[in-house]
């Protein structure tokens, strides 16, 4: 049989094959032959170069009737990525699949006895062990990186860190040095978290799409314009705007979370914010602890009128995912390096 080569197919045929197959528990070719509105002969090719590949696993259809049952294509979920997330003291590794599920996590502890990069040394070798414990590296399709801050790939550093110690320490050559593996992304959470949720949202490239974090060490947001995420003036940080008594409003959240007496901050904040950035969307993602009943509901009340119909009131999309933004976000830019890669072969 002769072997069949991705790259002879058009990117975005692929591409839109491959989304169908992840977007779908189990899929026939002509259930995703009629959602791409690609030939049958195209979208089997491209299903039986991803089987070679072992991106997707086929199963026969469970018909009772008698006659040839159709294949059901799904993706390999035994193939995995792994998350190491530095963006707090407290570095933790998660293993998420092909389906974007939680296949195992792990957490390190940090000792205040040793030094900042003793604890990253420390972590990166828990990390290597529990991967020849327990692991099947040979089903990794790549390593991602979480970092606080903007990562330059010239100087392999962070740069403007919520963690000063990383703006010294180059991360690719230390995980290379202690692993033994390549690095596949580093990104800022920030970054990550909002461009998974850009792949959420329908017309994504023709809309302003903010993306808001509410933790309990930082809020942080972003706006994703024409599917780039902008930072600093451009970015218009949320946490840095100014709120009653001339607070920023991440001291007022970070000291008392959203209640009652806090929660007129966080709409004023919002209210600027998109007069501000006139975006389309807002995808709010928060771990931060909330005592206000109905939250949603009152955020949309009072921000629609205050903006007395003059701006319009942007859709809200509230995160209660099982998997951290920024993660999902790195799962997805290394699921789609992983087929950009196979393509090209």
Same mark, same amino acid.
């Given at each position: 049989m002769k072997e069949?080569?991705?790259?002879?197919?058009?990117?975005?045929?692929?591409?839109?094959?491959?989304?169908v197959?992840?977007?779908n528990e189990q899929v026939s070719r002509a259930a995703i032959a009629q959602a791409t509105s690609l030939s049958l002969m195209t979208v089997g090719k491209v299903v039986d170069a991803l089987l070679e590949h072992d991106v997707i696993v086929q199963? +026969?259809?469970? !018909?009772?009737? %008698?006659? /040839?049952?159709?294949g059901l294509v799904r993706l390999n979920a035994e193939?995995? $990525? *792994?998350?190491?997330?530095?963006?707090?003291?407290?570095?933790?590794?998660?293993?998420?699949?092909m389906t974007l599920h939680v296949l195992d996590k792990m957490e390190y502890e940090?000792?205040?006895?040793?030094?900042?990069?003793?604890?990253?040394?420390?972590?990166? +070798?828990?990390? !290597?062990?529990? %991967?020849? /414990?327990?692991?099947?590296?040979?089903?990794?399709?790549?390593?991602?990186? $979480? *970092?606080?801050?903007?990562?330059?790939?010239?100087?392999?550093?962070?740069?403007d860190s919520r963690i000063p110690e990383l703006s010294t320490i180059h991360i690719r050559g230390i995980l290379h040095d202690i692993l033994s593996e390549n690095v596949t992304l580093i990104e800022m959470d920030t970054a990550a978290a909002a461009v998974s949720n850009m792949y959420m949202i329908d017309h994504y490239m023709e809309k302003i799409v903010a993306y808001i974090s509410l933790t309990s060490e930082n809020?942080?947001?972003?706006?994703?314009?024409?599917?780039?995420?902008?930072?600093?003036?451009?970015?218009?940080d949320l946490g840095k705007m100014l709120v009653r008594g001339g607070h920023m409003l991440s001291e007022v959240l970070l000291a008392n979370g959203i209640e009652n007496e806090t929660f007129p901050d966080l709409v004023m904040a919002l209210y600027n914010y998109i007069l501000c950035v006139r975006c389309d969307t807002i995808v709010i993602e928060n771990a931060l602890p909330c005592t206000v009943e109905q939250p949603?509901?009152?955020?949309?009340?009072?921000?629609?009128?205050?903006?007395?119909?003059?701006?319009?009131?942007?859709?809200?999309?509230?995160?209660?995912?099982?998997?951290?933004?920024?993660?999902?976000?790195?799962a997805l830019q290394m699921r789609r390096l992983w087929l950009k890669e196979i393509s090209a072969q």
């Open positions: 069949i080569h991705l790259s002879t197919i058009k990117k975005e045929s692929v591409d839109h094959i491959f989304r197959i992840a977007e199963t +026969k259809e469970s !018909k009772n009737a %008698a006659g /040839r049952k159709a193939k995995f $990525c *792994v998350i190491l997330d530095l963006t707090s003291s407290r570095f933790s590794l998660t293993v998420i699949d940090y000792s205040e006895d040793f030094y900042y990069e003793e604890n990253i040394y420390l972590f990166l +070798k828990n990390v !290597k062990i529990f %991967a020849l /414990r327990r692991l099947e590296w040979s089903n990794c399709i790549g390593v991602g990186v $979480c *970092v606080p801050g903007r990562y330059n790939e010239m100087l392999d550093t962070v740069e809020i942080n947001s972003t706006v994703l314009y024409h599917g780039e995420p902008l930072f600093g003036t451009l970015g218009c949603e509901k009152r955020l949309r009340e009072q921000l629609t009128t205050l903006l007395r119909g003059n701006v319009p009131l942007p859709d809200f999309v509230i995160s209660r995912d099982e998997i951290p933004h920024a993660h999902r976000g790195l």
